[in-house]
């Protein structure tokens, strides 16, 4: 059974930066993608990077582009998110799924909080 299981959340002030790690066990051959989710209070759940294993080609949502890279180790079996110059809307509890295009039917992790406020 796949698994998959966030670290790298926490506190930061505005302009500041953390790196978020999913780390995939039981890593099955046919994901397609994984990427990241995130959920804030009184918000509707937003897709914040998806990236292709087939290919590493990498969708960003709008109000990250130019601050958040995603990287994925294959080796390793895990993808990082890289937040830079982070602002207040970016607080959200972040979640690594395994399917990016359905992700009802993905498996999620079990998120990690970021915050995000001086």
């Known amino acids: 059974q796949v698994q998959l299981a966030e670290s790298g959340g926490g506190w930061v002030q505005p302009g500041g930066s953390l790196r978020l790690s999913c780390t995939a066990s039981g890593f099955p051959s046919n994901f397609k993608t994984i990427g990241w989710f995130r959920q804030a209070p009184g918000r509707q759940r937003e897709k914040v990077v998806c990236?292709?294993?087939?290919?590493?080609?990498?969708y960003y949502a709008e109000s990250v582009k130019g601050r958040f890279t995603a990287s994925r180790d294959r080796v390793k079996n895990s993808i990082h998110l890289q937040m830079n110059s982070l602002k207040p809307e970016d607080t959200a509890a972040y979640y690594c799924?395994?399917?990016?295009?359905?992700?009802?039917?993905?498996?999620w992790g079990q998120g990690t909080q970021v915050t995000v406020s001086s």
């Open positions: 990236v292709s294993t087939f290919d590493d080609s990498t």
């Open positions: 799924v395994s399917d990016c295009h359905h992700p009802d039917e993905g498996t």
